[in-house]
């Protein structure tokens, strides 16, 4: 089993920026790739950045390619994605996804806000 749970949303300018954390529980959570999605009022979620157990390997939507950055930290149980340059597209609700295989994300955050004004 793995719990996760998201913070560092919030109200941002464009051009400012986030870092949001997911920390984690449970005893299998190094053995997981993560994954960071979100989903906008009206439009299908999008996945947009992952990460492999190992955190040598990395994944990112051409949405948020350049901008966003994507981390982890085993040993506390912690994934971040650092987002830069952050436009007002960027607005919606971002979730972290524990990969249990290959495209099968079991495990799942309640999600944080991210608003990015004009």
């Known amino acids: 089993q793995v719990q996760l749970a998201e913070s560092g949303g919030g109200l941002v300018q464009a051009g400012g920026s986030l870092r949001l954390s997911c920390a984690g529980s449970?005893?299998?959570?190094?053995?997981?790739?993560m994954n960071w999605f979100r989903q906008a009022p009206g439009k299908e979620r999008e996945h947009i950045a992952g990460?492999?157990?190992?955190?040598?390997?990395?994944f990112y939507a051409d949405s948020v390619k350049g901008r966003f950055t994507i981390s982890r930290d085993n040993a506390k149980k912690m994934v971040y994605l650092q987002m830069n340059n952050l436009e007002p597209e960027d607005t919606a609700v971002y979730y972290c996804?524990?990969?249990?295989?290959?495209?099968?994300?079991?495990?799942w955050g309640p999600g944080t806000q991210v608003t990015v004004s004009s």
């Open positions: 990460v492999s157990w190992t955190g040598r390997s990395t």
């Open positions: 996804a524990a990969e249990v295989q290959a495209y099968r994300y079991d495990y």
């Open positions: 449970g005893s299998m959570f190094s053995s997981y790739g």
